[in-house]
């Protein structure tokens, strides 16, 4: 770069080859060092590209024209790929993305966490990796004396009708079609965020992928939903899958999809789903993970990680309804779980009841206040796991991870970027990384989770 100044200028047309792909699936090219990101580029292609745009650091273009293709470049087989935003990397080979995934979280422990010679393999990633998705949460709105049910279209709030998302369970889109003409029979509204008008804002259906059980939310503006012990019958009528129908009233105006009361209108207040020989109830509300699928590879690499003797005593930090703790259970001697949402927890003492584990305590609060308390308490853990949020663990958490010293860490992440971080930190204190194994649990998206491995160096 010359004098700070940017190589490039706006309107200006370059040939660049792009070597990598942004956390939102555009292609990244770098002229004389100064990247720039383009949407569409993909790893490898030599193209022509459009500066439309030039920060301090960085720009942003257009791609223009492709003169070498990337071997992984496919057709998007959805038709609303560009307009949804939803999936990032359908345009990339299954097996383009598999190498992607496994480049980003290999380049990104190396330069972030400075791990040198990391053993990271390749990514697990699903047999068909498409219709996976057990949760559909989708906004309705009026069109033409009609209700239309989609996504709203990329940074916009226009919402687009769709009858097919090919990352969701089939069984899902059907229930959205069927409900969403169900309310258009009886004249439901849709809800309008412009006047704050309407009823109906959002259908959402989970589906239990080994049970095969339905339920159906509607979350509306106005706790009166017109017709409704009508539309309660005809929804019975055509999907018999449904065990539970939910109606959860969000009166705000607001982009977040939930309010604070939810109702049973029918059936269940649980459906049932397993992840290998775990049981766990789902509540309208609770969090589950949804590729099911790709959890139990997840957590069988947690479990494989932890090497359980049945003697260990274990902490899962930021445990959530307790998925990893419960799986853990089995093998170990005693699981102790932290969360900080209360209704995680009530759902996670369920589950360990519903699947008669005795062993399992959980505790709700913040994991970086907990388990130093528990520390203090003399609770030894030989084995700490943590699952946190994207931002990564608090830093006083690894602190007393390190001076906790089990034997070995599991970090499962869904953000290469604060793993590597973390990882740093816990080998600065005395843990060094074993191998991390990146797995695929969103195909077609730029997500990648991965399990880590660390083992505490005996001094
Ligand atoms: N292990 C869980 C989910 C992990 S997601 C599972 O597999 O189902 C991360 C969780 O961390 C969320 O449930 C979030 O509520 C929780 N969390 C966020 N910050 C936290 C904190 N400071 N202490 C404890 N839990 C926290």
């Known amino acids: 770069m ?50 439309v745009k030039v920060k301090k650091g960085y720009g942003f273009g257009r791609l223009i024209e492709i003169y070498e293709k990337s071997q992984y470049r496919v057709d998007a087989p959805c038709p609303l790929f560009k307009e949804c935003g939803g999936c990032q990397l359908q345009h990339l080979s299954y097996e383009g993305q598999m190498i992607a995934k496994r480049k980003q979280v290999q ?21 068909h990796p498409w219709r996976y998705r057990n949760k559909a949460q989708v906004p309705v709105a009026d069109r033409e004396g009609g209700l239309i049910a989609g996504f709203y279209q990329q940074r916009s709030h226009e919402i687009i009708d769709m009858e097919a998302c090919l990352i969701q369970q089939e069984k899902n889109d059907e ?14 509204q849709a809800y309008d965020e412009k006047n704050h008008r309407g009823t109906l804002r959002h259908i959402m259906a989970r589906y239990g992928l080994v049970t095969g059980e339905v339920m159906v939310v509607l979350i509306t503006r106005t706790k009166e939903l017109p017709n409704k012990n009508k539309i309660l019958s005809d929804i019975v ?58 959890t139990k590879v997840l957590y069988d690499k947690a479990l494989e990680y932890a090497q359980l003797t049945g003697e260990e005593t274990v902490i899962d930090a930021y445990c959530g309804i307790g998925t990893i703790s419960l799986f853990l259970a089995r093998k170990a001697k005693k699981v102790y779980g932290v969360e900080i949402v209360p209704e995680a927890i009530e759902d996670a003492k369920r589950n360990a009841s519903l699947n008669d584990i005795t062993n399992a305590e959980f505790a ?17 853990a030989d084995v700490i796991v943590v699952d946190p949020p994207r ?16 034997k070995r860490v599991v970090y499962v992440s869904c953000n290469p970027a604060t793993l590597a971080r973390d990882l740093r930190i816990l080998e600065d204190g005395g843990f060094q990384t074993v191998e991390v194994q990146p797995v695929d649990m969103f195909p077609q998206t730029v997500h990648v989770e991965c399990v880590a491995l660390m083992s505490r160096v005996e001094k």
Not at 35 to 47: H, M, S
Request: negative net charge.
């Open 2 to 51: 010359t004098n700070g100044q940017a190589p490039i200028e706006k309107n200006e047309y370059y040939d660049v080859t792009f070597e990598d792909l942004t956390h939102d699936g555009a292609g990244v090219a770098k002229i004389n060092g100064f990247p720039i990101f383009v949407p569409n580029g993909l790893p490898d292609e030599l193209a022509k590209i459009k500066v």
């Open 107 to 127: 380049e990104v422990l190396t330069r972030i966490g400075k791990l040198k010679e990391v053993k990271v393999h390749p990514v697990l990633g699903m047999e």
């Open 175 to 188: 229930v959205v079609q069927v409900v969403k003409k169900i309310c258009e029979k009886y004249g439901v």
């Open 237 to 294: 009528d055509q999907l018999p899958d449904v065990k539970s129908v939910v109606q959860n009233i969000n009166p705000k105006r607001t982009n977040v999809i939930f309010g604070d009361e939810t109702t049973v209108l029918w059936g269940e207040e649980y459906i049932y789903d397993n992840i290998g020989n775990i049981r766990f109830a789902i509540s309208a509300r609770s969090f589950y993970q949804v590729n099911p699928e790709q």
């Open 364 to 380: 709700v609060g913040e994991a970086e206040v907990v388990i130093p308390n528990w520390k203090k308490e003399g609770i030894r």
């Open 391 to 406: 931002k990564g663990c608090d830093e006083a958490l690894l602190q007393t991870i390190i001076e906790m010293k089990p």
